[in-house]
């Protein structure tokens, strides 16, 4: 499993680097950290998937000593890493840019809303390819939209007043919740992955 | 008695759309070469996916070492070497980084030996992967699979697409190897010429099932090509025969009991050992009905 870890970070490392300078510039230029982080989040998430998506890659990794199982959780860690890796080159880099110190709630937040979203493309792109995922957020989008005109057309509001009511929490135990719960989803992503992958044939 | 059984594969079946393997059995031997013939799409590679547990059978079991994969994957995987023919490798990787990633999945992972066949293959370390040709691909799947002190060897098509020069040193160095030590090698081809020097035992199959596993000599004893005239051929003796190709000068025939051919038609008809590649084309003519099934 570590090997696996290992292996997504050697691979992946020019791209992180490159992607990492390529954050730094948005800070400078004073970009929402919190919307820079998550694009970027789900940026290096998806890199992190795509290098392995080749099916022959599939078949290296499947006839070397390691189960499915391992294959599956070790790639959720590795974004995970990269998520926190990316949360922190913000931290820094706002320290570093801006001389201010990026509040831990947003920090968290940014965090929140990129696991949510790769716990969606991950088991997605175990199913499919990831290149369908554009297909797939066209669809989203048109759906939204949909639901907005024909049933909750105050959807935006009310996204923004939960927002809102998730950056003002300020009891500990409602925090604790709030990161169980995205936890809970992104293992339950790892499950539905592992279910799928269990039996992809290569 | 010790089981000397490397593979055993027992009742599998496995169906996708429009092929299908079933009730397969197939047992490989320890230390010995295994040719594995059949034409295109018969289920060569699907069966080593299952041997390499890439894809699960529907249904029967399949043992490596005495073990399964559902308790012992990790084990039985680091006692194989695999040799694909395509490149699995992450082709933008220099052969020298994908060691040091592949390295850290073998716990018998020997770099002097790596290095030993990078010299003998003549391969670039510093160049990537996707640069490589076909035999320079198929050179490096072949030393990553060799440097780890693996117990069986596993090929699918390694000689395909590789010029003659190249196939006879893969030969060789498979020689080799069967001579320093006790590997077992099992690699599928429908180059048959590669087996004749190589090979102990023919497993052959055909539209998913397996016609035999049998050793060379055995094959020699028994299969037989019949050529003779035509007026020699009536309904009787053309069922002797697994399929026989008629033309306007006489008739070619394979039959599995070269005894008996040769009690029926003496002197009458000239009878010779057939090649692999024969047995493979009669036994895709003849079809099923004429197959005997013999494992």
Known sequence: MYNLIRKDLVLQSKMIIGLMIGLCVYLFLDVSSLWVG???????????????????????????????????????????????????????????????????????FMIAIAVTAISVMLPFCYKFKSSYLVTASIVAFGLYLLVVSFFIQDLNDRIRAFVEFLLTMQSTGAYVAFVASIMILYVCSGLVSFRIYKNKAF | MENQNVIELRHVSKSFDGFFIEDFSLDVKK??????????????????????????????????????????????????????????????????????????????????????????????????????????????????????????????????????????????????????????????????????????????????????????YQIEEEYAIVKGGLELLDQDTEQEFIATRKTAYGFEALTSNKRKAEEVFGEMALIEAPTLEDIMYYTKKGAVPHVQLNT
């Open chain 1, 38 to 108: 998550v694009v970027f989040s789900i940026a290096v998430a998806m890199n992190a998937v795509t290098i392995d998506e080749k099916s022959s890659v599939h078949i290296l990794l499947n006839s070397l000593p390691y189960t499915r199982k391992e294959i599956v959780s070790s790639k959720y860690i590795v974004v995970l890493l990269l998520t926190v890796m990316v949360s922190a080159a913000i931290y820094v880099g706002n320290l570093a840019i801006h001389g201010e110190f990026t509040s831990l709630k947003n920090l968290l």
């Open chain 2, 31 to 216: 230390g010995f070469v295994t040719g594995f013939i059949g034409g295109n799409g018969v289920g060569k590679s699907t069966t080593i996916k299952m041997i390499m547990n890439l894809l699960q059978p529907d249904s029967g079991s399949v043992s490596v070492f005495g073990l399964d994969y559902e308790n012992h994957e990790k084990e039985i995987k680091q006692r194989i070497g695999f040799v694909f023919d395509e490149s699995v490798f992450y082709e933008n990787l220099t052969l020298a980084e994908l060691k040091e990633i592949v390295k850290r999945a073998y716990v018998k992972w020997d770099d002097s030996l790596f290095y030993d066949y990078v010299n003998k293959f003549n391969l670039p370390l510093n160049k990537k992967i996707k640069t490589f040709s076909k035999g320079m691909a198929i050179k490096a799947s072949l030393t990553i699979a060799l440097s780890h002190h693996a117990e069986l060897i596993v090929m699918d098509e390694p000689t395909s697409g590789l010029d003659p020069i190249f196939r006879r040193e893969l030969l060789e160095i498979l020689h080799q190897l069967l001579q320093d030590g006790d590997t077992t090698i099992f690699f599928s081809t429908h180059i048959t010429t590669d087996l004749d020097s190589i090979a102990d035992y023919i497993t052959f199959i055909h539209d998913g099932e397996h016609i035999f596993t049998k050793d060379l």
